[in-house]
């Protein structure tokens, strides 16, 4: 079983649109939690580390659930700009990365 | 933040080569790490780098094929050794400051023919 698992997508949604999508990590131990974004043929970029009462970053919420083991993330009122590769990304010092979920918002 | 940077960026190589990759980091940070991500794929991790002594492997990582270097606290070099095609992907490295967040560079684009 994968560390970090994600739904791969492509999520496609029309300008203005609500997208919303999980994770699951399998070590219960982890401390750490965060989204990373990745635009094509570039490096990984923080987006927001999660917490565990949730946080919230302009457009941008982030949610972790212990006892299910999985972290979400809803974008609204999407942009054309929030078009890329969402990685969950889970640890302590090391950091285990989810495979990405894509998406793509249309004009 | 941390800015990283590394070079070549890019680069085109022969089967049974070697490729040294070097990282800077523009301030002091604990922990640097390379990574590897080929085509479609996320991250792996290679290796935590340590300063002053041998890197940390992960498991399918040996010293033999990527050798690491880390002489101070803000550069480190990753080794491609005896390159093969199935070598060909973008080779990362990380810096953290001590919290678990950690910053890229831009990444190796590496092919090998």
């Known amino acids: 079983r994968k560390e970090v698992e994600q739904d791969p997508g492509p999520f496609n949604v029309p300008e203005g649109a609500t997208v919303a999508f999980n994770c699951t990590y399998s070590n219960s131990a982890s401390q750490s939690f965060f989204w990373y974004r990745q635009d094509c043929r570039k490096e990984p970029k923080l987006l927001m580390s999660?917490?565990?009462s949730g946080n919230e970053d302009g457009r941008f919420t982030a949610q972790l659930n212990r006892a299910s083991q999985y972290i979400s993330l809803l974008i609204r009122d999407s942009k054309l700009s929030d078009s890329a590769t969402y990685l969950c990304?889970?640890?302590?010092?090391?950091?285990?990365f989810g495979a990405g979920t894509t998406v793509t918002v249309r004009a | 933040s941390a800015v990283i940077s590394q070079k070549p960026s890019r680069d085109i190589c022969q089967r049974g080569t070697s490729l040294t990759i070097q990282c800077q980091v523009d301030s002091q940070v604990t922990m640097m790490f390379w990574y590897r991500q080929q085509p479609g794929q996320s991250l792996t991790l290679i290796a935590t780098a340590n300063q002053g002594s041998e890197a940390t492997y992960e498991s399918g990582f040996v010293i033999d094929k990527f050798p690491i270097s880390r002489p101070n606290l803000t550069f480190s070099t990753l080794t491609v050794s005896n390159m093969s095609p199935e070598d060909s992907s973008i080779y990362l490295c990380s810096g953290s400051g001590g919290e678990d967040t950690q910053y890229f560079g831009p990444g190796t684009r590496l092919t090998v023919l």
């Open positions: 990304v889970v640890g302590d010092y090391k950091l285990s």
């Open positions: 999660v917490y565990s």
